[in-house]
């Protein structure tokens, strides 16, 4: 009873009980259109509930997050291999750009971007190309959480583009540069975890430490119009990227443990030892040197040994090892479900699928490539270093830069079955689903180049007189000669 029950009961104690029955009802009603899921009963009283944001969270336990997925992909095989797999599915031999103006290629500045990307001197570094660094980006998104470029001038060359980029670490920004819930009037803008901010959360800068292992080291405020933050947006205003192994870390380190004492026990397992036992005690000890029959028997197969009267031998036991492998794999598909690849990608057992469900299991995996390439790689470094590019080509080389557009190619898709695969690609583009850019894109392919590549040949071959399979215009589907082509140039002969 609260303070009005007590004081109503002084007067009316039915007054006061109808008051009570009322609440309870009103409780018992509020209890069931409860979702299950947020249910208070014995069994989740104890379920810790804490409505952070990500931002405050990683900002408590993200260096710890980050250092130990570091520790993981360096000494963890599994680990090492699902950051592997998706940086090189992701990347592959890079994601490259076909630069247009009014839907037709512009050489002039595709032969500047081939010569500036295709060069390390794309690299600070000198040690990578842009393919390169986009590979190296995508690890350091998966392992880390994010990843930045930084832009630097260089002296103008010509035929050259006159700026380079460098990688810089995530624990490179210092995150003791933080004034979240202080509010100065003077100062709008947001400094959070060591990345500024105006009031509608777009960045402004990143404060860049010197030296990476140094606690006070100092820090400098770099523009976000000279350098970028690549991440994996996973919460709405999200400061920091989280490493993709942080709701797997402890699954990862548990199997690492468990396979390392299973290791252990197989090796104690594997000693299996005889022991001799005196049985009356009358028999020789092992004192007397000259006693042949005393000495140690080493264990060999098919060995029969004949003991002295009195003796016995026991054998040991050793531990019996089961499930080990049902154990792993069920693990292993946890950690490949939450790093996003497949069981077969992560762990490389291929003995129990078949066609069906490997092409499942690799188009489920393949939409995760599409969303990690366009929701990632391509808007958050591609699209920018591209925008750079084009202010010092128009600026360098007076090129109006105004009508270019860039289409992005990713890697080709590995078939799984070529002949099938091919037979329906031909089906799409004849029957309008689909053009012959879009299929060309879908293999890596410039459209452009492979057109122009194709007539080359085809001018040759008709200049050399050589007729093959692969020019429809001299032969049908099944490799005869096509009829009325034949006939047209025999026509042509005889006028």
Not at 123 to 128: C, I, S, V, Y
Not at 252 to 265: C, N
Not at 305 to 321: D, E, H, N, Q, Y
């Amino acid at each position: 009873m609260d303070f009005i029950d007590k004081f109503k009961d002084l007067f009316s104690s039915n007054e006061s009980k109808k008051r009570q029955l009322i609440r309870h009802k009103k409780e018992f009603l509020n209890e069931i259109r409860n979702f299950q899921g947020a249910t208070k009963s014995d069994r989740y009283k104890y379920w810790e509930l804490n409505n952070s944001s990500l931002n405050s969270d990683s900002r408590l336990g993200l260096d710890i997050l980050r250092a130990r997925s570091r520790d993981l992909v360096k000494n963890d095989g599994y680990s090492r291999r699902g950051i592997t797999a998706i940086e090189s599915n992701t990347v592959g031999t890079g994601i490259t750009a076909e630069i247009v103006k009014d839907g037709k290629p512009h050489e002039q500045v595709q032969d500047l971007w081939n010569n500036f990307t295709e060069s390390t001197e794309f690299d600070a570094e000198r040690m990578l190309t842009f393919s390169g660094m986009q590979a190296l980006i995508m690890k350091e998104i998966a392992e880390s959480g994010d990843c930045f470029a930084r832009k630097f001038p260089n002296k103008f060359e010509h035929g050259k583009i006159p700026f380079e980029l460098k990688l810089i670490r995530s624990e490179l920004i210092d995150t003791n540069k933080d004034n979240t819930g202080i509010k100065d009037p003077s100062d709008p803008d947001i400094i959070s975890q060591g990345i500024k901010f105006n009031e509608r959360g777009r960045r402004l800068g990143y404060f860049v430490k010197n030296n990476i292992n140094s606690y006070y080291s100092q820090s400098t405020l770099i523009s976000s119009n000279e350098m970028l933050q690549m991440l994996r947006m996973e919460n709405t205003s999200q400061v920091r990227g989280i490493p993709w192994l942080a709701p797997i870390l402890l699954d990862v380190k548990d199997l690492s443990d468990y396979q390392h004492a299973e290791l252990i026990r197989r090796k104690i397992a594997s000693l299996y030892t005889a022991f001799v036992h005196d049985i009356d005690g009358n028999c020789p000890t092992e004192s007397d040197e000259d006693d042949e029959e005393n000495k140690n028997i080493e264990m060999m197969p098919g060995l029969t040994v004949t003991l002295p009267a009195g003796r016995t031998v026991t054998l040991s036991k050793p531990p019996t090892v089961t499930g080990h492998e049902a154990f792993c794999a069920s693990y292993l598909k946890k950690i490949a479900c939450g790093l996003g690849v497949t069981y077969e990608v992560l762990s490389g057992d291929l003995s129990q699928v078949n066609f069906s469900s490997g092409r499942m299991g690799w188009l489920e995996f393949y939409r995760n490539i599409e969303m990690w390439r366009w929701n990632i790689l391509i808007p958050m470094f591609c699209e920018p270093v591209f925008k750079w590019f084009l202010q010092s080509v128009n600026l360098y080389y007076g090129i109006d830069t105004t009508k270019i557009k860039v289409n992005w190619t990713p890697p080709r898709r590995e078939m799984i079955d070529p002949l099938k695969e091919v037979q329906a690609d031909i089906m799409k583009i004849r029957n309008g689903f689909c053009s012959l850019d879009e299929i060309h894109r879908e293999y890596g392919q410039n459209s452009a180049t492979v057109l122009q590549k194709i007539k080359h040949i085809f001018d040759e071959l008709a200049r050399m007189g050589i007729k093959l399979d692969c020019n429809p215009k001299d032969t049908t589907q099944n490799g005869s000669l096509n009829s009325s082509r034949s006939k047209k140039s025999d026509n042509n002969k005889k006028k």
